[in-house]
């Protein structure tokens, strides 16, 4: 196991850290990853599950994780065409860690709304 208080990443590129977020990093990547751990999703139902986001941005964020062999695009030949999204058995390897990032969030929403808040009003 490596010592992680002594390890060093003076090549940001080769981080192992710097290299997940850059994969799950951007304010949608996270999301649209947690959301597909259920099962696969429709274009427009994923918009629903996150209606602060634009189709143009929802787009960009899943060609990202699709180019990166995280999520697989179905595209069904039916009229009007059908297109799901799922995780791909690499992109399962995520859900340890997105699960990690729900439980910190759920523990620690209210500190950070508060120090938010608190900033907010300086």
Not at 4 to 13: G, I, L, V
């Amino acid at each position: 196991m490596k010592d992680f208080k002594t390890e060093k990443c003076p090549d940001t590129a080769a981080c192992p850290v710097a290299i997940t977020v850059d994969v799950i990093g951007g304010k949608w990547k996270g999301i649209i990853l947690y959301n597909l751990i259920s099962g696969p999703k429709r274009f427009n139902e994923l918009g629903k599950l996150m209606p602060y986001t634009t189709k143009r941005m929802l787009t960009l964020q899943l060609r990202e994780l699709e180019q990166d062999g995280m999520v697989y695009r179905e595209i069904y030949r039916e009229i009007p065409p059908k297109v799901e999204y799922a995780l791909t058995a690499f992109g399962e390897t995520l859900k340890p860690i997105i699960y990690l990032m729900r439980d910190w969030g759920d523990r620690y929403e209210n500190e950070i709304l508060m120090k938010r808040k608190t900033s907010e009003n300086l």
